[in-house]
């Protein structure tokens, strides 16, 4: 529809290298009556794991959307690197969504792989159409992000022959092909049978280590305390604390973080 | 049938030396364009039952009469029946000459040369039928009969008070004596020519009570044409003096005594207010004597006793077949094309242009194609002269684009949110999210149901011979009224339309299979 969500011309060969944080100032959100987001602050800074957790209709997926571009937001700003959104920006398909949303890549909860597309297919799809980089080369690359989530040999399998953790590994072999600077992670283990998760936070693991910045939705507590740097507690559109992990998960200093805490872990 | 050979043969070379005559001395006249409907059935116009590519009749032979005297070749041009009055308005041909009856309706609309036929009305029913000889008797009796529509009988009938569902309007000649042979009805009321030529092939059915209602058949042109009018005045004028109409209409076994009529000065000029009271009030100038099966029973019904073999018309309906291939493929290309954009002005455009794309779809599902196509043809294309084709291509195309539209609309929407997010998330654009990733998704789902409107579209052109196409249903229409052999033309003309629809069916499974790979 519109050319003005592409990347800039200049977003891969002159990307900036400089400080890649990621900056939400004073967000907020109305969602039909209802105060989805009041006035979050956050920072996420390089190589970082952040973990979001909190109970369900906290907000914690509206952030990362709205990180994302894909729901506007009514006050505040974000910042990722050099490139700011506002919120007038983030109403419409902006070349400035276009631009935080190049150095961001986005994981959901139930894959969305494009079903009438192989595996490769899927990862080498916006490489060639929206960076018009050639089939070879991106073919190359994409077998590489494929091996790397360890699955080489499924390169030319069809969405429905693979399994629920085999599907949520492309998907995030499919936004690293865009080389993003940090992954947002929205529940991506919570379809997945109990055994399939392993392998997906396996990925996550291996990636953190690489020194991507990872910012993750999850229930995954345990998950949460073993790989995260910091795990925010967000909960009625509100940070109600933050911290490391073994601070906020084993000694919890708000009672709405140990009632949520509690229900969790049972 | 030998008889009947020779004589044939004889007229085929008559008509090489006349064709030759013409060629020689007429070259520079124009031609003039006739209008009848062939599939209306014999003896008046109809497919010669030994070469499809030619009409015979007694209005092909009064034509042959007419060249010679106007010096001017005529040239035949296939027309339905229903629209001969309108298609004479539009100018699609000069003159038609089709057993039009002179009615006071017609006169409003059309001028009509002198007559060139005396005809009465009389009914035909199964033989030993003792219940009624008059339409009084059967209109009390509360017993169904067939007609013509748009005939004069028809109007007669109605005027006197038989009407649906008692009156059986058919559009062909067959069908109204197989459905008295069979019970359907209990009488046929029609032109005593058309007895003439039909009952001979029925020997279960004959004429009762006395001949009806009289009326002419005459020449009909647009009001403009004066001078054309009375050109052909005088061209039947001499025929009528010189006695020359008697041998054709012999030929055909169409002769009465009523002909005498047409020599009458009253009728010498022209017939512009020669029916002004309604018709049959006048009483008859005499009243022929029933008139004996024996006297009709000639040469032209001899023929066709003997069946015609069925593939004798297997190219005439092949060429039917291509017709309909070229309607559908072209009707479809343009419902394919109008239907996309109409769905995404639905599914993305602002308030104004969503309420136009829903607009288009209602009108055009809600109004029959029928109707479409008169309108196209009739009222809009009239001006510009567009072909017939064309209009059946545009009406069909725009009929279904409607149909499309709903389609591809339902499918697109069918298609995951979460689709566009993810690939909204990896920088694409919507138009290229809409190409790459929507599009080959909504086309698996589009594809069965668009398959059924090919082949729904496909039949749907049988339709478009209302405004004279001759595709492959009118072609049936035709060779079986020129055969008779409904059962063998018929099936036939299903083989075409299985051989070309089934194929479709399988194109269809394939496609399904080759892009629905990794959806199903």
């Known amino acids: ?266 | 049938m030998r008889r009947w050979r020779s004589c044939r043969g004889m007229m085929f070379f008559a008509a090489v030396l006349w064709a030759a005559a013409v060629g020689n001395g007429r070259a520079d006249a124009p031609p003039l364009l006739w209008a009848a409907d062939e599939s209306g059935g014999a003896p008046y116009v109809f497919q010669d039952p030994d070469n499809a590519d030619r009409v015979v009749g007694f209005e092909v032979d009064l034509k042959d009469a007419l060249e010679g005297e106007l010096g001017r070749p005529i040239r035949f041009k296939h027309y339905d029946f229903k629209n001969l009055i309108p298609g004479l308005q539009r100018g699609d041909f000069d003159f038609a000459m089709n057993g039009l009856e002179v009615l006071p309706e017609y006169q409003k609309e059309v001028l009509f040369s002198r007559p060139y036929y005396v005809y009465e009305l009389q009914l035909a029913v199964r033989k030993g039928e003792r219940r009624f000889k008059t339409i009084e008797e059967l209109k009390d009796l509360r017993l169904p009969v067939a007609t013509l529509s748009g005939s004069a009988a028809e109007r007669l009938l109605m005027g006197r008070g038989v009407n649906p569902p008692l009156l059986h309007s058919y559009d062909d000649q067959t069908g109204m004596y197989i459905d008295l042979a069979n019970g359907n009805v209990d009488a046929v009321y029609i032109d005593l020519p058309v007895h003439i030529y039909y009952l001979p092939k029925y020997p279960g059915l004959e004429l009762t009570g006395q001949p009806g209602e009289k009326g002419y058949y005459a020449v009909a042109f647009r009001k403009a044409d004066g001078a054309l009018c009375e050109q052909f005045n005088g061209a039947l004028g001499r025929l009528i003096d010189g006695d020359k109409l008697r041998p054709i209409y012999q030929k055909w076994g169409v002769w009465n005594d009523d002909q005498m009529e047409l020599a009458a000065p009253e009728l010498g000029a022209s017939t512009v207010g020669l029916l002004a009271s309604p018709l049959g009030q006048g009483p008859l100038l005499a009243a022929p004597a029933l008139l004996p099966r024996t006297e009709h029973d000639l040469t032209p019904a001899a023929h066709t006793e003997s069946a015609v073999p069925v593939w004798k018309y297997l190219g005439y309906l092949l060429g039917g077949a291509g017709v309909t291939v070229a309607l559908s493929v072209l009707g479809m290309a343009l419902a394919v094309a109008l239907g996309m954009p109409i769905a995404l002005m639905r599914l993305y455009g602002p308030a104004p242009i969503r309420w136009l794309a829903i607009a288009y779809v209602e009108v055009f599902r809600g109004i029959p194609v029928l109707l479409l196509l008169f309108f196209l043809y009739f009222v809009f294309g009239s001006p510009y002269h567009i072909d017939a084709f064309t209009t059946a291509v545009v009406g069909l195309g725009l009929n279904y684009a409607a149909y499309e539209a709903e389609i591809y609309r339902a499918a697109i929407g069918a298609v995951p949110a979460g689709q566009w997010e993810a690939a909204a998330s990896l920088g694409m654009s919507r138009a290229l999210t809409f190409r790459r990733i929507i599009l080959p998704q909504a086309l698996r789902i589009i594809l069965p149901p668009m398959t059924s409107d090919f082949v729904a579209l496909f039949k749907d052109t049988s339709v478009v011979s209302v405004i004279a196409v001759a595709e492959l249903t009118k072609r049936y229409q035709t060779a079986a009224q020129s055969s008779l052999d409904y059962v063998g033309i018929g099936l036939m003309t299903a083989a075409l339309y299985l051989v070309m629809s089934v194929p479709l069916g399988f194109l269809s499974r394939w496609l399904e299979q080759r892009w629905g790979k990794g959806v199903m």
């Not at chain 1, 369900?56 to 509206?62: E, F, I």
């Not at chain 1, 974000?78 to 902006?94: D, F, N, Y």
């Not at chain 1, 929205?186 to 953190?208: W, Y």
């Open chain 1, 1 to 266: 529809m519109t050319d003005a969500i592409q990347p800039s011309p200049t977003s891969y060969a002159g990307r900036p290298t400089g400080d890649m944080r990621i900056e939400v100032t004073d967000l907020s959100k109305r969602y039909g009556g209802r105060q989805v987001l009041s006035g979050v602050n956050l920072t996420v800074v390089p190589g970082e794991t952040v973990a979001l957790i909190g109970p369900s209709g906290g907000g914690k997926s509206t952030l990362l959307r709205c990180l994302n571009g894909l729901n506007s937001f009514d006050g505040g700003s974000i910042r990722v690197g050099p490139h700011r959104l506002t919120a007038a920006e983030s109403r419409r398909p902006t070349a400035a969504v276009a631009r935080v949303r190049r150095l961001l890549g986005m994981i959901f909860q139930d894959f969305q792989l494009f079903p009438h597309q192989t595996a490769l297919g899927n990862v080498i799809e916006a490489p060639m159409t929206v960076l018009g980089r050639g089939r070879a080369e991106s073919e190359k690359r994409g077998m590489a992000l494929l091996t790397r989530v360890g699955l080489a040999g499924h390169a030319d399998a069809y969405p429905n022959q693979l399994s629920g953790g085999q599907k949520q590994r492309v998907a995030i072999a499919r936004a690293l092909a865009m080389e993003p600077r940090a992954l947002l992670c929205d529940e991506i283990t919570s379809a997945l049978d109990p055994e399939l998760k392993g392998e997906v936070l396996d990925v996550l693991v291996d990636l953190k280590r690489d020194g991507l910045t990872l910012l993750l939705v999850t229930h995954e507590i345990g998950f949460a305390r073993k790989a995260a740097d910091r795990v925010i507690v967000l909960a009625d559109g509100g940070i109600v604390e933050e911290g490391p992990p073994e601070e906020i998960i084993d000694r919890p200093r708000t009672e709405r973080t140990k009632h949520f805490l509690s229900r969790v872990l049972g």
